[in-house]
Nanobody, 127 residues
Framework: QVQLAESGGGLVQAGDSLRLSCEVSGGGSFSTYPMGWFRQAPGKGREFVAAISGTGGSTVYADSLKGRFTISRDNAKKTQSLQMNSLKHEDTADYSC???????????????????WGQGTQVTVSS
């Protein structure tokens, strides 16, 4: 059974940095599955944040986050990370990592293509 567990969230001030991690347990060939991060702010729908291909060679970011967030993965450790810099109050949300439901060569940005989700980690940025 595949399970995802996020860590690294917390309360920070605007301008600070945070690094979120996601550890995957179970499953097979981790490096063939795309991964991503999504977030959901109170009263809003799920929003795409960033995604990375199975090999880690390709990444995609939400336009509003380019330059501040960096996604990465370590296939040997079955983990992925999201480095968040220059955090803003509007980045406050529950952040979830996701693992693709199927192998894919490309980066996946649509949430419906992810079959496995973590429980989420809260990031709160005070202004």
């Amino acid at each position: 059974q595949v399970q995802l567990a996020e860590s690294g969230g917390g309360l920070v001030q605007a301008g600070d940095s945070l690094r979120l991690s996601c550890e995957v347990s179970g499953g097979g060939s981790f490096s063939t599955y795309p991964m991503g991060w999504f977030r959901q702010a109170p009263g809003k729908g799920r929003e795409f944040v960033a995604a990375i291909s199975g090999t880690g060679g390709s990444t995609v970011y939400a336009d509003s986050l380019k330059g501040r967030f960096t996604i990465s993965r370590d296939n040997a450790k079955k983990t992925q990370s999201l480095q968040m810099n220059s955090l803003k109050h509007e980045d406050t949300a529950d952040y979830s990592c996701a693992l693709g439901s199927r192998t894919a060569l490309e980066v996946v940005t649509q949430d419906w293509r992810y079959g496995y989700w973590g429980q989420g980690t809260q990031v709160t940025v005070s202004s």
